[in-house]
Structure formats: structure tokens, C-alpha cells
């Protein structure tokens, strides 16, 4: 019987194509495995209400942090309104006090200077009746001469008006007090180390709260007291104009005095109020409430942290921010247990080399009766000595044992240390030792340029008196090298 058999082509296309999805189908999964696995940045948290100094978990978080790889140390509990945190041994020196009192800042005597003694309008306003709630203050003509009635009316208004526009800023006085209070009772919760001993830590809400009372009372009071204007600049002009009846009847004139007294103090007392919400006021009100606002999680989180191949030391201060806080500075140093694997740098040292130079002098003399002249060999030094500056880099000798030993290559440039200063390349590999700052002991190959003797002349014997006789010549020597490296 006679099967069929398939054609080894297309057994060959088959195989290929799902070789093919089966790569695309594995590298597919691998990416979605590395991106539904990847994790944020690793947070190491240091809880200083931790009686155990640092959690054994956060130890275990901290010491499995590869090469490379991101953290962020995160410090709880740590009043950053009264303490500057900094990591990395960057100490920053703040000179800077914290606010002092915003109580400073309000003349709570102020208001009742201008409305309360015995001699200023407080017992005046008193008297004033309110008018009802219908009753109008201008009704008539403020241009025209008016009957002793209809001024008597008027100025029963104006005495009602008054009489409202004094409760109203006694009032704003009041809630003045208060915005300036509450603000200050939010930054005495702020000024302690622990959490809610002056009562709890406000929210957000409740500072954002207080800065829109502030400017909600002092909008008030810029309307009370353009209202004042406003009645106090017509109440002169009626009276200017009905200055013969008002002076001729003994009641008119005495409301009259009784109103201009007590209008001025209302302006002097709305001024007073106004100057206390001043813009100065309020940038010195404002930024207390920003600093609160920016502290209010007691907590402190650094920025991204790279953990390295070498020893990683982070060295945390707590500094007061304020030293008339009489608060303690606090320091610590965390160390991720690993060694340094290899290491970049840029070195210096001196390198010794044989010195492929030799000094000449020329000689004549007689031979066979006719003047030749030769080369003579003067002494010179059997060693070139320079200094060098070389780029490293070194791998670690033994990484189970903690040694400060690497085995490492550089290249860089020589300086010959001659009567001239001659350039050169060298390139080498060696030995390091060291664990921050490290030595070099290192051999190699130097190209030199040197001067020699050019071929156009012999040592011996030449008929004519050399001249220019010294050119360039480049030779690739060995060399040993001692240099180091310092860490900053």
C-alpha cells in the first residue's frame, strides 16, 4: 500500500512557523510578566516612635536592594515644621528662625481705642435708635435747603446707619481676633514634636478655611467703610448747604456734632481694622499657614536614592530649624552591607621607563691628514621619570572576602620630568589597593617621542662638521607606575 508522505518543504514551513509563535508567544508573556511585576521604587521606613530603632523587615527591604536599583528612605513621626531633615550627609544650614507669634501682628486694642472710651462715641452710639428695617436715609434732595423736619428725619438715618456700621465693624473686630487666633493656635500644634498636645493636627481644610476668612473679614470691612465714605461725604455736603437752619435750631445742631464724631471714629476704626489685614500682614499670615500646610503629615520622604555597587552610607541629620526651640539635633548612619565590585577614577602618579636618549658631543680630529669629525657619547641617565594621569578601572580580587584588592587597566598620558617636557600615551594594567581612596602599582607600554642622531651622519669619522644633526624618533617602551586616587 502507498501512503502519503509530506513534502519535506512544506514540513520545514510548518516547523518554522510555530517556532516562530512559540518565540513571540514567550516573549510576549515575558514582557507582560516584567511589566505586571514591576514595582514602585522601594520605601525604606524609619519610624522614630520605633522602640526597636529600625523594623526587622525594613532591615531585610534595605539589604536586598541590588545594584542600581532605586529607594526612597521615608522618616515618620518626625515633626518636619520644627526639625530640617537631610540624607546623603548633605547638612544644610538653615538660619532661618520659624514664624514668630501672628498675635504680634493684631493691635487687639485698637478697635476699642478708637470706639470705646469714656470720651469717644461708644456711649453716643448707644443712644442712637434704630430705625426700621424699611426706613430710608435719603429721601429727598441732598442739593436743595431743607426744612428743619425733614433734616431731623435725615439725620435720625444717618444716627440709625451709624449705629449699624458700629455693631458691623465691632463685629469684623472681632472675627479679626479670631482668624489671627486660630491661625496662631494652628501653629502652636505644629511647634511641639508629638502630635496633639495643643488639641489635633488641623487638615487642609481647615487651614485653606482660615485664609479665605481672612480675606472674606477684610473684604467686609473695605465695604463698611466705603459705605462710610459714602454717607459721611453726603452728611458734610447737606450739611455745608444747610448750614443757617442747622446752626439756628439747638438740636440739629447738637445731632450734627454727634454724627461728625462718630462718623470720623468709624472711619479711624475701619482704617485700624484694614491696616491689621494689611498685604504685609498677610504675606507674614500666609506663609506661617503654608509652612503648617506643608508639614502636616509628619512625615519626611527623600528623593530617589540609587543603591551602588559599593558601600552605600547614608548618613540622616535632624537639625532644629529654629535654635530658640531648644531642641536636641539628631544623626544616624544606615550602611548596606556589600563591597565594592569595581570602581571608575581618574589617577596620578609617577612612572619610571628606560630613557632611549643619549647625549652627543662632536670631536674633530685628524686622520690620514684629513680633519673628520665624531660623535661622542655623553653620560646620560638610564631611567626616564614622569608623572601621568591615567582613567581606571578595576575589578574587585576575591568578592566572598571583603578585601580592598583590584586587579585593573588605565590609560592615559605621561609627562617626562627632563630639561624639556616631553608628552606621552601609556596604557597599562595592574594591581589596586584601597576601599574609598586607592594606590596603583601598574606595568605597561609608553609611546615616546625622543631625540636621536639622524642617519644622514655617522659616529665616527665624518668629513664634514655636523649641523642640525638631532631628530625626532618615536619608540614604544615598558614602563612601572606607582600612582593613587582620592574619593571626595
Not at 442712637?128 to 428725619?153: M, R
Not at 493636627?201 to 467686609?220: H, L
Not at 582613567?391 to 574587585?396: A, P
Request: hydrophobic share 40%; glycine share 6%.
Amino acid at each position: 500500500m502507498i501512503h502519503n508522505q509530506p513534502h519535506p518543504m512544506k514540513t520545514f514551513k510548518f516547523i518554522n512557523h510555530f517556532l516562530t509563535l512559540v518565540f513571540c508567544s514567550y516573549s510576549f508573556g515575558q514582557q507582560q510578566s516584567v511589566v505586571g511585576n514591576t514595582d514602585k521604587i522601594v520605601e525604606i521606613i524609619i519610624d522614630l516612635n520605633d522602640q526597636k530603632g529600625i523594623d526587622p523587615l525594613q532591615i531585610e527591604k534595605y539589604n536586598a536592594l541590588k545594584s542600581g536599583e532605586f529607594f526612597r528612605i521615608r522618616i515618620d513621626n518626625v515633626n518636619t515644621f520644627l526639625f530640617d531633615v537631610s540624607i546623603l550627609n548633605e547638612d544644610i544650614d538653615t538660619a532661618a528662625e520659624l514664624p514668630a507669634s501672628l498675635l504680634d501682628l493684631v493691635d487687639f486694642g485698637g478697635i476699642k481705642t478708637s470706639l470705646g472710651n469714656s470720651n469717644s462715641i461708644s456711649s453716643v452710639v448707644k443712644k442712637f435708635v434704630a430705625n426700621a428695617p424699611t426706613a430710608t436715609v435719603q429721601y429727598f434732595d441732598i442739593d436743595k435747603v431743607q426744612s428743619d423736619e425733614s433734616l431731623t428725619t435725615y439725620f435720625s438715618g444717618l444716627k440709625s446707619s451709624a449705629k449699624s456700621k458700629f455693631n458691623e465693624l465691632t463685629m469684623l473686630s472681632a472675627e479679626v481676633d479670631a482668624v489671627f487666633e486660630q491661625a496662631e493656635s494652628f501653629q502652636n500644634t505644629m511647634s511641639t514634636v508629638d502630635r496633639n498636645v495643643f488639641g489635633a493636627v488641623p487638615t487642609k481644610v481647615d487651614i485653606m478655611g482660615v485664609i479665605n476668612s481672612f480675606d472674606q473679614t477684610k473684604k467686609s470691612i473695605v465695604e463698611t467703610k466705603e459705605l462710610l465714605l459714602e454717607e459721611d461725604s453726603e452728611f458734610l455736603q447737606v450739611l455745608e448747604i444747610n448750614k443757617v437752619s442747622v446752626s439756628k435750631n439747638k438740636d440739629l445742631k447738637a445731632s450734627a456734632a454727634e454724627i461728625k464724631k462718630v462718623y470720623e471714629a468709624l472711619r479711624k476704626a475701619s482704617d485700624n481694622l484694614i491696616a491689621q489685614l494689611s498685604a504685609e500682614n498677610y504675606g507674614k499670615f500666609s506663609s506661617v499657614l503654608i509652612a503648617v500646610l506643608n508639614n502636616l503629615d509628619f512625615r519626611y520622604t527623600s528623593l530617589p536614592i540609587q543603591r551602588f555597587s559599593d558601600v552605600n552610607e547614608l548618613i540622616i541629620h535632624l537639625k532644629p530649624r529654629d535654635k530658640n526651640t531648644k531642641l536636641s539635633a539628631y544623626s544616624t548612619l544606615l550602611r548596606i552591607p556589600d563591597i565594592e565590585k569595581s570602581f571608575w577614577g581618574v589617577s596620578t602618579g609617577f612612572y619610571a621607563t628606560g630613557n632611549p636618549e643619549n647625549n652627543y658631543s662632536v670631536v674633530e680630529r685628524v686622520e690620514n691628514g684629513q680633519t673628520v669629525y665624531d660623535f661622542l657619547e655623553e653620560e646620560t641617565a638610564s631611567f626616564e621619570l614622569g608623572i601621568n594621569t591615567m582613567i581606571r578601572y578595576g575589578q574587585r580580587i576575591g568578592k566572598v572576602l571583603d578585601s580592598p584588592m583590584f586587579w585593573h587597566f588605565g590609560f592615559g598620558a605621561g609627562l617626562s620630568i627632563d630639561e624639556k617636557f616631553k608628552p606621552r600615551l601609556m596604557a597599562g594594567t595592574g594591581l589596586a589597593f584601597g576601599r574609598k581612596n586607592k594606590i596603583f602599582v601598574d606595568v605597561g607600554v609608553i609611546h615616546m617621542y625622543y631625540n636621536t642622531i639622524s642617519k644622514a651622519y655617522t659616529k665616527r669619522a665624518n668629513s664634514v662638521l655636523p649641523e642640525n644633526f638631532i631628530v625626532n624618533a618615536t619608540k614604544i617602551n615598558g614602563y612601572v607606575s606607582l600612582g593613587y586616587l582620592i574619593s571626595f
